[in-house]
């Protein structure tokens, strides 16, 4: 798919669809993911359904990080990364 084809899919979800409705729908991909990857250890699962769901998460998310300031988003991912990084440093704990 090409960029102006993805572009107006995404505007219309954001612009279109109502908040409401693109919030649950990031949710219930949100625990779709959540469930596959707790059985993958519990049942064994096909690989291919945990890509789909990661995938479907990735394409929502883009939805709901538009409700909010990018800047702050950034800001967010990037303590989080200095805080592994200084675990990772440190040696404090074994799994970050």
């Known amino acids: 798919m090409n960029k102006e084809d993805k572009e107006k899919v995404f505007d219309y979800m954001i612009n279109v669809n109502e908040r409401n409705y693109n ?3 990031i949710a219930e991909e949100c625990q779709e993911l959540s ?7 519990s049942k064994g699962v096909d690989e291919e359904k945990i ?6 998460v990735k394409f929502r998310l883009k939805v709901l990080e538009s409700y909010y ?6 800001e ?11 675990y990772i440093n440190e040696k404090k704990y074994k799994n970050i």
Request: net charge positive.
């Open 23 to 25: 919030i649950l729908k």
């Open 35 to 41: 469930l596959i990857l707790i059985q993958s250890l």
């Open 51 to 56: 890509i789909e769901e990661i995938g479907d």
């Open 76 to 86: 967010r991912i990037n303590k989080k990364l200095e805080k592994n990084l200084k």
């Open 69 to 74: 300031d990018s800047e702050k988003i950034k």
